[in-house]
């Protein structure tokens, strides 16, 4: 009997138009909805990614005017896109942003839960039951209404991608960052435990963890604390909103099809240290 050759490639996935990444546009009609992206990351992710091509909804909550400037910069890029005000641990405005979104342009492709809620600085044993709460339910509500929201349509198509925007104080913590780092464990949890549950319907859930990056949620940090994560870096360079939003058009890419659970570092090294 003649022997079968043994594949060393993809019977499904050769390398196709969509896949190269040469391409100038990998994302061209992906409908990527960013929470939080009228400032900081969300809003350099917001950019990338019309870059790629992709239909980017602006989630924002306050600053309109920035979001307006975002959405902007993403139709300079070539790219389309819509704003939508929502306060994302609200359910009903997610749910009414959902409506808006499928109305415009179908289904949610990519989800990127990336807004940040500030939070109470203080020390565990010392922080009020309110502080710890609130960073907790904002975090995990944001993230629970926007999976309630856009997960169903993913599920019909067989596809689609939630990236989850953490940060490395979730694993390598900091004096007073307890509330944070305790919601964003617990977020990163859900992601996972939601790449497990999603995975049969072809949905990708991944984690995207940097470490401290100067945006203005960073902003309280003085100089000199700035200059010394710097400088303790192997990388010895500022993080910028921009060092993330490449991680996240790329996992947003048919590129990282087979990532799933996986947790991407940007540290500039950070993390090979004491
Ligand atoms: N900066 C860092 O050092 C750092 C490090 C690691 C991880 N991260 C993570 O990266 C993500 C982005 O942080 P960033 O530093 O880019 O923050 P940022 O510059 O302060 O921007 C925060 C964004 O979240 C939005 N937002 C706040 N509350 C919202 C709500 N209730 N509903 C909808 N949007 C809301 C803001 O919208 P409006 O302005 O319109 O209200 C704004 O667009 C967060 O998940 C954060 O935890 C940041």
């Given at each position: 009997?003649?022997?079968?050759?043994?594949r060393?490639?993809?019977?499904?996935?050769?390398?196709?138009p969509?896949m190269?990444?040469?391409?100038?546009r990998?994302?061209e009609?992906?409908v990527?909805l960013?929470t939080g992206?009228?400032?900081?990351?969300?809003?350099?992710a917001?950019?990338?990614?019309a870059?790629?091509?992709?239909?980017?909804?602006?989630?924002?909550?306050?600053s309109h005017e920035?979001?307006q400037?975002?959405?902007r910069e993403?139709?300079e890029?070539?790219g389309?896109?819509?704003?939508?005000r929502a306060?994302?641990?609200q359910?009903?405005?997610?749910?009414?942003?959902?409506r808006?979104?499928r109305e415009?342009?179908g289904?949610?492709?990519?989800?990127?839960?990336?807004?940040?809620f500030?939070?109470?600085?203080?020390?565990?044993?010392?922080?009020?039951?309110e502080?710890?709460e609130?960073?907790?339910?904002?975090?995990?509500?944001?993230f629970y209404?926007?999976?309630?929201?856009?997960?169903p349509?993913m599920?019909e198509k067989?596809k689609g991608k939630i990236i989850?925007?953490?940060?490395?104080?979730?694993q390598?913590?900091?004096?007073r960052?307890?509330a944070?780092?305790?919601?964003?464990s617990?977020?990163?949890?859900?992601?996972?435990t939601m790449?497990l549950?999603?995975?049969p319907?072809?949905?990708?859930?991944?984690?995207?963890t940097p470490?401290?990056t100067?945006t203005?949620?960073?902003?309280m940090?003085p100089?000199?604390?700035?200059e010394?994560?710097r400088?303790?870096?192997?990388l010895q360079?500022?993080l910028?909103p921009?060092?993330v939003a490449?991680t996240i058009?790329?996992?947003?890419s048919?590129?990282?099809d087979?990532m799933?659970?996986?947790?991407?570092?940007?540290t500039?090294?950070s993390?090979l240290q004491?």
């Amino acid at each position: 009997m003649k022997k079968e050759p043994r594949r060393t490639r993809s019977p499904f996935k050769t390398v196709s138009p969509a896949m190269d990444l040469t391409r100038a546009r990998p994302l061209e009609r992906k409908v990527v909805l960013i929470t939080g992206a009228s400032r900081g990351i969300g809003a350099a992710a917001a950019k990338r990614i019309a870059r790629a091509g992709g239909v980017v909804v602006v989630n924002y909550h306050n600053s309109h005017e920035q979001a307006q400037a975002v959405l902007r910069e993403v139709e300079e890029e070539g790219g389309k896109g819509m704003l939508f005000r929502a306060d994302v641990t609200q359910r009903n405005q997610v749910e009414e942003m959902a409506r808006a979104v499928r109305e415009s342009f179908g289904a949610v492709d990519i989800l990127v839960n990336n807004a940040y809620f500030p939070f109470e600085v203080n020390f565990l044993h010392e922080i009020s039951w309110e502080g710890v709460e609130e960073a907790i339910s904002k975090e995990l509500a944001a993230f629970y209404n926007c999976t309630r929201a856009f997960v169903p349509a993913m599920m019909e198509k067989k596809k689609g991608k939630i990236i989850v925007i953490s940060t490395r104080l979730a694993q390598q913590p900091l004096p007073r960052m307890g509330a944070y780092a305790a919601a964003k464990s617990a977020l990163e949890t859900m992601a996972d435990t939601m790449a497990l549950e999603l995975g049969p319907n072809g949905i990708a859930v991944n984690v995207v963890t940097p470490a401290f990056t100067l945006t203005d949620a960073s902003a309280m940090m003085p100089d000199e604390f700035r200059e010394r994560v710097r400088k303790s870096r192997p990388l010895q360079k500022h993080l910028y909103p921009e060092d993330v939003a490449g991680t996240i058009a790329f996992l947003a890419s048919d590129e990282a099809d087979m990532m799933t659970g996986t947790h991407i570092l940007i540290t500039g090294g950070s993390h090979l240290q004491l």
